[in-house]
């Protein structure tokens, strides 16, 4: 602690498991790490009485709050990493937009970017340290309070999903409002992404200083786009992002992995293989073989249960996992759902669904 009652971004615990990190290096290890997109949500009983009253983005901005809500998975399962509690529309909200949780709609902007001439609603210089410190403030914090337990994951939405919202003003089926940009106004498009890419480089930077050991870029919305807008308007900027980071934590002598998740982006697979990430998240539609022969042993890979198969009788989720298992193999490979948990899941099945993978891992490493 500082002087003024700071918790500094040091001298934080040691870590005593780091199967997720070797993992994601292609390293060999004794079982498969897991962890769950959205494990700490609704689904459990106390973040619903964590949260219960409190506005989305207040919960956000308290790292307390933010430390509880990211430990309370870990409280009740073995996972092997833990994700830090925020929201990828912190972004929009630094660059000045008002972005508001709305009860039984989800995020919503009240005033979306409609032309090109709305970029100059948006802050053109942010200070990322005043306006997302509060992230930074919990990753550290809880840093300490993980007590070296698992890793720490920072994430950050990709550029283009974080377009889609700002102009959309919220969920979209069809996405047709932020598509029209790219196809009618695409200089602006790139002058956007652009400044959203340069927000997330210092936003990450910042998370690994605060002491993040591994990064998500959460490209949410890429199944929107073809093949072509995702050339032209997600893969630079996602490369750009990777780049980046790995260049200015080089200078500083570190080196966290940083995982992919282009959710819906197939066509894109051999191409995110090649974009200095070490770590590519993969959805449930795409078959676990045929991601490994496509990405050539290039990457690890995470995912990709079809979270409804949560849904299943645990006898039944073991035998899907045991498959899938089979399928990536148990190097390079993080077990995943290919998206986040949705609200109504039992807890005992995300339990059961730990378990397998740990259970299946071993007695294949064993075998091998």
């Known amino acids: 602690m500082s002087k003024d009652g700071l918790i500094l971004p040091k001298d934080f615990p040691q870590l005593l498991n780091d199967t997720f990190l070797r993992a994601a290096r292609g390293e060999e290890t004794e079982h498969v790490p897991v962890w769950c997109m959205r494990q700490a949500g609704r689904y459990l009983p106390e973040f619903r009485e964590s949260r219960a009253g409190r506005d989305f983005f207040e919960t956000c901005r308290s790292p307390e709050a933010c430390c509880e809500l990211t430990l309370?998975?870990?409280r009740r399962f073995p996972f092997d990493a833990a994700i830090i509690f925020s929201d990828i529309l912190v972004i929009p909200q630094a660059l000045g937009m008002d972005v508001q949780m709305v009860q039984g709609k989800g995020p919503t902007f009240p005033e979306p970017l409609k032309e090109p001439e709305d970029l100059q609603r948006l802050q053109a210089k942010v200070d990322v340290e005043k306006e997302l410190g509060y992230v930074f403030r919990a990753i550290t914090l809880t840093r300490h309070k993980i007590e070296g337990k698992v890793p720490l994951i920072g994430f950050t939405g990709a550029p283009w999903t974080l377009m889609s919202y700002m102009i959309e003003g919220g969920g979209s089926n069809t996405h047709s409002k932020a598509k029209r940009w790219l196809y009618r106004h695409p200089e602006a498009s790139h002058m956007l992404l652009k400044m959203l890419t340069d927000v997330i480089v210092e936003y990450?930077?910042?998370?690994?200083?605060?002491g993040a050991q591994a990064l998500q870029v959460f490209e949410s919305h890429?199944?929107?786009?073809?093949p072509v807008e995702f050339k032209e308007f997600s893969l630079p900027y996602l490369r750009d992002i990777a780049r980046r980071?790995?260049?200015k934590l080089k200078e500083a002598g570190q080196d966290v992995p940083m995982i992919v998740f282009a959710k819906d982006a197939h066509?894109?697979?051999e191409d995110l293989s090649q974009s200095y990430y070490e770590v590519v998240g993969l959805d449930w539609t795409i078959d676990p073989r045929s991601a490994r022969e496509r990405t050539g042993g290039k990457v690890s890979l995470q995912g990709n249960?079809?979270?409804?198969?949560?849904y299943s009788p645990k006898e039944r989720i073991s035998d899907i996992v045991k498959k899938m298992v089979e399928g990536f193999g148990t190097r390079g490979y993080i077990a995943n759902l290919g998206h986040g948990l949705y609200p109504d899941m039992d807890p005992e099945n995300v339990g059961a669904f730990v378990e397998a993978v740990h259970q299946h891992s071993k007695q294949m490493n064993k075998r091998s």
């Open 72 to 74: 309370q998975p870990l």
């Open 245 to 247: 980071v790995k260049d």
């Open 204 to 210: 990450l930077l910042g998370q690994v200083a605060a």
């Open 267 to 269: 066509y894109g697979l």
């Open 305 to 310: 249960m079809d979270p409804c198969a949560l």
């Open 222 to 226: 890429a199944g929107i786009l073809g």
